[in-house]
């Protein structure tokens, strides 16, 4: 019965904010003033920068002058978005790093050489994300694909650029932040921290899966559609994660954050939820919209941002819906936090999992 309860409550919610409509409303009370903001000086990372909003995030960025690197899995595709935001911004100072973020050793290496370049990261805009629906699906370090990379990987990967991240605390900018994108679908999961891999259920479910890795992250318009939406919106531990990281960092001067971009009409929507995509033909938010809080986090006074807090169109959010039963108690996250360091191999982290 919750879950219908959670998916009627995501669906109506959904249909009002989530959509082109929704954002035309909510962007009327936006002050843009931040938007004006210049990034000469600073240095940004994107993962999944090649398409959809992480491309457009990306673009805005560069626009703003800022030193960007687009962390891509396929160096053909990185390198063709690398040169048309260069062309379209005018800006140069645009790299490539090629990494699957799904691969442990291919995020170390990025990590690595990060460091061994003494670059800093004054913002990492954590998108990177997947939802493959083949349950045989493996990473290259042999976990689920889906939440080895919308879960693991982008756990490790802000662990280990956390050098970076101090970096650019101390440096004469002296701001550092985290945006991880989540999704509105975390709204229809709890915190699951035992199946972390979904081996449990008879049948696998990437877009269960994929909404347990956001909920992690953080910490179903017809009757079918609705369905289809809770689906593809309960699809990924990010907000978890993220309250996770500003607990223990509080006094590193790097601000984590989460958000959720709302219905955004991506090619990834297209290829993995495509009756959802063409039921929501002409209601699905444009790149620029579904990117706007992304790019409104990496600009805003940092002081003026909730340490843990998850964003939507610009705005803090609640983390539940109401009577939902996705709240979850602070030993979950600790269990949730030391399974990752382990299953990362960063034990010298594990340790603060109770701090």
Known sequence: MLGIWRAAQFGIMGLKHFTKDGYKFNSKKFDNSTLERDLKGYVCFVTGANQGIGYQASLELAKRNATLYMVCRSRARGEEAVAKIKELSGNQDVFLKVCDISSLEQIRS??????????????????????????????????????????????????????????????????????????????????????????????????????????????????????????????????????????????????????HPGWTGTEGVKEALPGFSKQMSGKLRSLEEGSDTIVWLALEDPCNLTPGGFYFDRKLQKKHLFWAGTSYRSSDVDRLWSRLCHMAGLQELEGQSSA
């Not at 756990?155 to 605390?169: E, P, S, V, W």
């Not at 932040?177 to 229809?188: L, Q, W």
């Open 110 to 259: 990025l990590a690595s050489e990060v460091d061994g370049e003494n670059v800093p990261c004054h913002v990492l805009v954590n998108n990177a994300g997947c939802m493959r629906h083949n349950a045989l699906g493996k990473s290259a370090d042999g976990y689920e694909v889906n939440f080895a990379t919308n879960t693991l990987g982008t756990f490790a990967l802000t662990a280990l650029l956390m050098n970076a991240l101090k970096r650019a605390a101390k440096s004469t900018v002296g701001s550092a932040r985290v945006v991880m994108v989540s999704s509105g679908g975390m709204y229809t999961e709890g915190l699951e921290v035992d199946d972390l891999q979904m081996e449990k259920p008879k049948r696998f479910d990437a877009v269960v899966q994929y909404a347990r890795d956001k909920r992690r992250q953080v910490r179903k318009l017809t009757v079918s559609a609705w369905r289809q939406a809770a689906k593809y919106m309960s699809q990924s531990c990010q907000v978890a994660v993220a309250e996770k990281f500003s607990k223990l960092f509080t006094d590193s001067g790097v601000k984590f954050v989460s958000m």
